[in-house]
């Protein structure tokens, strides 16, 4: 199979450069879930951290123990997501600092120091309207309370503060920015002093000062997905760091043959309405099988020719082709099968 995924990580480090200049003076933790959003977590580490990030963002324990490898002793490696015993031992065996969202989690981080003998550094998540975990607001002051109590006992330290937002509405957005800066102030008076508030993601980060707070979360606009439905990426001064590409296999009337095909990752659903890059040109997608799609020809094609599906080129983004098929550009990047080749361009 020639389908294969071109990471181009210069264009990452412009990508982290455009970002962290508009969110300065909040520092940026990046977003690798999913696999760095199907770029591969091991090679984004590494050129994050040659671009100077230090903060991270993972899911669970595994992702975040992988970013620890890649990224060496020093990097901050925020875990959002871990809750088993099992997960929050191996947390803080590789010094990860936890994303707290209950008070039974804050109960299990203890047990998990006492087995591990690591005191967890700790971010309480606080709910701010998603419901999607975090700690409700009436059970906030028990849970700063208790979080305090346990600090000055040595048992852990409370480095953080944060919540998510939908980032769809501003007046959804506001109002959860008054519930977070109520939580803030209720945690200081319980005696924390959280170092790092951080609410935004990509999109509120970059159009509403107010949210960034000391930090914020990015992933999207590092990988140069820009938001479905929002500003384009010349006005984000970000670029698709991955492309999606394969050769032309059968040359026959009027349609050639790709090697790239559903069970890839290309959504069928985009036949007949995506144009991709064929010859440094767009070309009608007209029709995506299981292995193989078929490309309107031309002039001059020969098997072994590039094609490009999304990301450089004559070809769409991926929030252009999610648009298409009214879904989001991580959804394409997202979908890209793990078996498909990853190929980084280096500085
Ligand atoms: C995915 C995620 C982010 C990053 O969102 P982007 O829009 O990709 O920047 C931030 N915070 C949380 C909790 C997330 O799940």
């Known amino acids: 199979m020639t389908a ?46 040659d671009a ?66 690591v005191a967890p550094r700790i971010h309480l998540k606080i709910d701010t309207g998603l419901h999607r975990n975090g700690i409700r607001p009436e059970e906030w002051p028990d849970a700063v309370a208790r979080a305090a109590t346990l600090e000055r006992a040595g048992a852990l330290v409370v480095d953080g503060v944060w919540s998510h937002i939908s980032e769809a509405s501003d007046a959804d957005d506001d109002a959860a920015r008054v519930a977070f800066d109520a939580a803030v102030a209720t945690a200081r008076d319980a005696g924390l002093s959280p170092r790092i508030r951080h609410l935004a993601a990509s999109a509120a980060s ?57 069970l890839h990752g290309l959504p069928s659903t985009l036949a007949g309405l995506a144009d991709v890059d064929g010859g440094g040109e767009p070309r009608r997608l007209i029709s995506v099988g299981a292995l193989e799609s078929i490309v309107e020809t031309w002039p001059d094609v020969k098997i072994g020719d590039d094609v490009i599906v999304y990301g450089a080129g004559a070809a769409p983004s991926a929030t252009d082709l999610a648009e298409l098929i009214d879904t989001i550009g991580e959804e394409i990047a997202l979908r890209v099968n793990p078996l498909v080749e990853r190929v980084y361009i280096e500085a």
């Open 52 to 117: 100077g990030v230090t903060r991270f963002v993972a899911f669970t324990a595994a992702t975040g123990a992988e970013v620890r490898v890649a990224a060496g002793a020093e990097a901050d490696i925020l875990v959002l997501l871990a809750s088993a015993d099992e997960e929050l031992d191996r947390a803080l065996t590789a010094d990860l600092q936890l994303g707290v969202g209950s008070t039974a989690l804050l109960d299990a981080a203890v047990g998990a120091a006492v087995r591990t003998g």
């Open 4 to 49: 294969r995924l071109v990471v181009d990580l210069r264009v990452f480090r412009r990508n982290l450069d455009a970002v962290r200049r508009s969110v300065a003076p909040a520092d940026l933790m990046l977003v690798v879930k999913d696999d760095a959003y199907g770029h591969g977590i091991a090679e984004i580490v590494r050129a994050a951290i």
């Open 206 to 262: 970059f159009a509403r000062a107010e949210f960034r707070y000391d930090a914020v979360r990015i992933g999207a606009f590092c990988y140069g997905i820009r938001p479905a439905g929002g500003p384009g990426e010349d006005v984000l001064g970000i670029h698709p760091v991955a492309s999606l590409r394969a050769n032309v296999v059968d040359v026959a009337g009027d349609g050639v043959r790709v090697d790239v095909g559903a």
